[in-house]
């Protein structure tokens, strides 16, 4: 089945500690991507990469940090979590040249920071 | 400054009837329109798209319409059914150097009653 998965799903944890969640893709897409969502403000893209070793910024990127070693996985990184990172993270891959830019969503991480 | 508006936050419609959820945008370069459908835990679903060169696309009981000139889309759901509450996310897709970026919607709540 053709899917992306996170880990965790959900995650509370305390202001300062580095946490790091992971994203996989099996469908050997190359383009691969982290959103927030907000209340009010819909998906925003964190970081994205079209392709190993190729990462670029999103329109929110301060705070988060991510890598790109292997096609499939995509993980997120953040180093000293803040309570403004409270929010609902979304992981997306799609193919690079995808002419309807089908992107498949995770089914989401939900982080607490206290 | 969102470059792609969902003004109304949450949309109720008897079951059979229309469902229209609307969006607007403000970037001309935007080249794609997508609409993207989420149930709560889970991550958004792509439901349909539309190329700026067009200005309609159907799909069995989705429709969506896009007016370049008032730089508006909308999705129109025919009949509406009870499993089609969920949110629905408009995206554009514009282009950041090379790369392709999303650009979401703060999402509207569909209802449908039954």
């Known amino acids: 089945e053709a899917q992306v998965t996170q880990n965790p799903r959900y995650l509370i944890t305390v202001t300062g500690k580095k946490l790091t969640v992971t994203c996989s893709q099996n469908?050997?897409?190359?383009?691969m991507s982290w959103y927030r969502q907000d209340p009010g403000l819909g998906l925003r893209q964190i970081y994205y990469?079209?392709?190993?070793?190729?990462?670029d910024k999103g329109d929110v990127p301060e705070g988060y940090k991510v890598s790109r070693k292997e096609k499939r996985n995509f993980p997120l990184i953040l180093e000293s979590p803040s309570p403004n990172q409270t929010s609902l993270y979304f992981c997306?891959?799609?193919?690079?040249?995808?002419?309807?830019?089908?992107?498949?969503f995770g089914p989401g991480t939900r982080l607490l920071v206290l | 400054d969102q470059q792609v508006k969902q003004n109304s936050p949450s949309l109720s419609v008897q079951e059979g009837r229309i469902s229209i959820l609307n969006c607007d945008y403000t970037?001309?370069?935007?080249?794609?329109f997508l609409w993207y459908k989420k149930y709560p835990a889970e991550g958004p679903t792509f439901l349909i798209s539309?190329?700026?060169?067009?200005d309609k696309n159907e799909d069995g009981r989705f429709t969506v319409f896009l007016n370049k000139s008032a730089k508006h889309l909308s999705l129109h759901i025919v009949p509406s059914q009870p499993g089609d509450s969920a949110v629905y996310f408009c995206?554009?897709?514009?282009?950041?150097?090379?790369?392709?970026?999303?650009?979401f919607g703060s999402g509207t709540q569909l209802t449908v009653l039954p």
């Open positions: 539309i190329s700026s060169i067009k």
């Open positions: 990469s079209m392709n190993v070793e190729v990462t």
């Open positions: 970037n001309s370069m935007f080249d794609y």
């Open positions: 997306a891959s799609s193919r690079r040249y995808a002419k309807e830019e089908t992107q498949y």
């Open positions: 995206a554009a897709r514009g282009f950041s150097g090379s790369a392709r970026q999303l650009t």
């Open positions: 469908m050997n897409h190359e383009y």
